[in-house]
């Protein structure tokens, strides 16, 4: 225990540079992009001698690092400067407000992403070349080609569909996806696959029938974008909240599920190759527990670590998902910020980005180790 | 042959390889209770393949494409996939080939061997830790000890363990002692040698080493090219080989007391698909001659318990044994 909180405790030192490292480089590009003598000369009508008293009385003349370091002096003692835009707020108030709603999101979505892939890439691994296995094959690759914008546009679109003719799509996809999937292998199949090819039949035959009279009443059950500012619906845990939910969270999903469920999949399949399985099945062991026990234990490592290594990817995610969805968070508020040249609050929504990354990076490596004993922490014998 | 009494009877096992081609062909074995008989020859002669088939454990693209097993006069092939399950571990267990690679590397030894208790015995978990302890103390191996950190002895030992737990009635040992130190040699040997005497379990020892073949075994069967070429008692066997091919193998093996050339056997095993017609060990053998090229061998009764797949005659084949000196 005392070695991993030694480790934790390095591993932390290491990151106060990268974060200055981070921190300068971001400055420049931004205060490049939001150099604002630059805007200034740019409005029509505006006259030279204004912008230059302008410059005068702001200081706006003082090189960067000026700038940067009254930023970073004030940063590190908790002052993140001033919201450009919101009224004249704190960028980090401003930032703050914005934070549940994203953590909300990335985590449910993180959440939702790791059970699907891993849930996935079991099914896909232990039957290689299925019809299942293609199908997840193939749908993986469609959300990996997929950019996480069109998706969220492509979903917002079945919604309002789906608020036009009501319930019967339900029954009516998952009658489609069990009578194509019957269908595919009915030659070689027994009883169960006769019977799901019939179900999924009698759902579309359903769908149909109840066409009218489910649809067109306009109700909206999945709702296509904020309709709500986080917290003030109080019960977190209400249908309306989940209906606002349920895309946002399936659109940052989607790649992830992608990548990772290929990832997962081929790791387990090595792994099922493996001679440790192959005893855990001379000895007797249900194959239950030969797949879940041994192979995917083992095979779960190197996926944790993956996850881990995307969440900042996963954030740009967030970033155009809360844009499409208008969600009030980080993400939408720093692309915000990046159009209204917000320097402040684009400056603390990058450091938090990338303290969040760091701590994730170190959980990777925690959790790496914790789930194989034989790798030792930060290299040394264990 | 020994006859219908077998704990343990195989007839005519075949497994195919990707392309069709016998890796094992037509294979006939019996394990007696209480007796160690040793799978003999070189490697990729199919003797771990005619192992995994006991236990219905072909890997793929490998596949078993006939033959039946019987255990104690069940026949295995006809059981639900259930009961075929339950076979492995408590009726016909496995010692496999690499100890090194054939443990859980994220799971305590101990966690590994419990796991193995309770898929064949009603137990509870505290149970069955305890038992799993006691099993791996009695080998010298410490239960909350990861596979990595275990020497090959202790790994090899902790997997003799774990087959052993559930007690089975056949061991199907693979090469047990080929990655270990000749110290630990015979302290692994003598583990299934005391269970052997003492429970009366029947042991395939699948080796190349006929060092630990003489020290253990009562009856011995030679593989080549995925046939049993001679098979009999084991001091009869390695004592008067019968067939050209075992007496190759016994001019290998280092032999206590008589510190003589080696002298290898000319040529490869051939190539599982393209075997010679007839003999498949014409082209490697001194003493062929064209009956061998024309037919192929079969086995054949060879004095008391004795069969062998060579044309040689008896007088013949004890000329070969005292070599061309
Ligand atoms: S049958 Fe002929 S070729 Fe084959 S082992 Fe006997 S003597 Fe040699």
Not at chain 1, 171 to 178: D, E
Not at chain 1, 256 to 284: C, K, M, P, T, Y
Not at chain 2, 152 to 174: C, E, F, S, Y
Not at chain 2, 279 to 300: I, K, Y
Request: glycine content about 10%; proline content about 7%; aromatic content about 4%.
């Amino acid at each position: 225990m005392r070695a991993v909180s030694a480790y934790i405790g390095r591993r932390l030192a290491i990151a106060l540079p990268l974060l200055w490292v981070v921190s300068l480089v971001s400055y420049l590009l931004l205060y490049r992009a939001a150099d604002p003598v630059a805007r200034l000369r740019a409005i029509p009508g505006v006259r030279p001698e204004d912008v230059a008293r302008l410059v005068e009385q702001q200081g706006l003349d003082a090189p960067w690092y000026e700038g940067y370091w009254s930023w970073l002096s004030g940063f590190v003692r908790g002052d993140w400067g001033v919201s450009a835009t919101n009224g004249g707020a704190g960028a980090r108030e401003t930032i703050l407000d914005a934070l549940p709603a994203t953590i909300e999101l990335m985590g449910l979505a993180l959440l939702v992403s790791a059970v699907l892939a891993v849930a996935f890439g079991v099914v896909s691994a232990t039957r290689p070349g299925s019809g299942t296995d293609l199908t997840l094959t193939g749908v993986a690759y469609a959300g990996f080609a997929t950019p996480t914008f069109l998706a969220g546009v492509l979903l917002q679109l079945g919604a309002i569909w789906m608020r036009d003719h009501g319930w019967a799509i339900v029954p009516f996809a998952i009658g489609t996806v069990l009578l194509l999937a019957g269908l595919a292998r009915l030659r070689r199949g027994g009883a169960a696959t006769r019977a799901v090819t019939a179900a999924g039949a009698v759902l579309i035959l359903l769908a149909v029938v109840l066409w009218d009279r489910l649809g067109g009443d306009g109700t909206t059950i999945l709702y296509t974008g904020q309709r709500f500012s986080f917290g003030s619906e109080g019960d977190l845990l209400s249908l309306n909240h989940l209906q606002h939910l349920v895309l946002p969270v399936l659109t940052l999903s989607l790649v992830n599920i992608a990548v990772w469920s290929r990832f997962q999949r081929a790791v387990l399949i090595d792994e099922l190759r493996s001679e440790h399985v192959a005893a855990a099945r001379a000895h007797g062991l249900s194959e239950r527990r030969v797949v879940l026990g041994h192979a995917l234990r083992n095979a779960l490592a190197p996926v944790v670590t993956l996850v881990a290594l995307d969440l900042g990817a996963m954030f740009s995610g967030a970033v155009v998902t809360e844009t499409v969805f208008s969600w009030p968070g980080m993400g939408r508020l720093l692309r915000d910020a990046a159009v209204d040249r917000d320097i402040n609050v684009a400056m603390g929504i990058v450091m938090i980005g990338a303290v969040a990354v760091i701590v994730a990076n170190l959980i990777a490596d925690l959790a790496y180790a914790a789930l194989d004993p034989r790798v030792p922490l930060g290299g040394g014998r264990p | 042959m020994a006859g219908v009494s077998a704990l343990l009877s195989a007839r005519g096992l075949r497994v195919a390889g990707p392309g069709g081609a016998a890796l094992v062909d037509g294979v006939d074995l019996d394990l007696e209770a209480g007796e160690v008989t040793a799978l003999v020859g070189e490697s990729g002669a199919g003797k771990t393949l005619t192992g995994l088939a006991l236990l219905g454990l072909v890997p793929p693209p490998a596949r078993m494409e006939a033959g039946a097993v019987t255990l104690g006069g069940v026949d295995l092939g006809a059981l639900a996939p259930r009961e075929r399950r339950r076979v492995r571990g408590a009726g016909i267990a496995l010692v496999p080939q690499d100890p090194a690679a054939a443990l859980d590397p994220v799971a305590r030894v101990g966690a590994q061997l419990a796991e193995v208790l309770r898929a064949h015995a009603p137990l509870g978990r505290r149970e069955a830790r305890i038992a799993a302890s006691a099993a791996l103390a009695e080998v010298g191996v410490d239960r909350d000890d990861h596979p990595h950190r275990l020497s090959g002895g202790q790994r090899q030992r902790a997997l003799i363990a774990m087959a052993l737990a559930p007690r089975p009635r056949v061991l199907v040992a693979d090469e047990p002692t080929a990655s270990l130190d000749p110290s630990v040699q015979v302290a692994v040997l003598d583990l299934i040698d005391a269970r052997r005497r003492e429970e009366g379990l029947a042991v395939l020892l699948i080796s190349h080493d006929l060092g630990a073949v003489a020290r253990v075994a009562g009856r011995v069967a030679v593989m080549y090219a995925g046939r049993i070429v001679e098979e009999g008692p084991a001091r009869a066997v390695l004592s008067a080989p019968r067939h050209p091919y075992t007496a190759g193998l016994l001019a290998l093996a280092p032999r206590l007391g008589a510190p003589r050339v080696r002298v290898p056997i000319p040529g490869a095993p051939p190539q599982p698909g393209r075997l010679p017609p007839g003999c498949a060990f014409a082209p490697r053998c001194p003493a062929a001659r064209e009956e061998c090229r024309a037919a192929r061998p079969e086995l054949r009764a060879a004095g008391p318990a004795r069969r062998v797949a060579c044309v040689l005659t008896d007088r013949e084949a004890a000329a070969l044994g005292r070599g061309p000196s």
